[in-house]
């Protein structure tokens, strides 16, 4: 039995001095439940606020770099597509 998947999204989210950056996360592909929360399908594991995306494709799949999403793929045995 294989356990929950995710993919890698991306939000933007204002620096400190105002500039925006991107913040990649792990969107989970399916409901993924974490402790008592249930994060549904396209929702970071992290539960960040806001409306993260798909990343759009290209030649080199981006990394995870948030790292709470990082912390409970870990933990939850989640798998991300693309990470090594």
């Known amino acids: 039995m294989t356990g929950p998947t995710a993919h890698v999204g991306y939000s933007t ?7 925006a950056r991107e913040v990649y996360h792990a969107l989970a ?8 929360l249930t994060r549904r399908a396209g929702e970071p ?5 806001g409306a993260a995306q798909d990343c759009p494709p290209g030649l080199f799949a981006p990394a995870v770099s948030c790292p709470a999403c990082l ?7 989640v798998t991300v597509a693309g990470a090594a």
Do not use: K, M, S, Y
């Open 71 to 77: 912390a409970i793929a870990a933990r939850e045995g």
């Open 29 to 36: 592909d399916q409901p993924v439940t974490i402790g008592v």
């Open 13 to 19: 989210v204002a620096g400190p001095f105002g500039q």
């Open 45 to 49: 594991l992290c539960g960040a606020a």
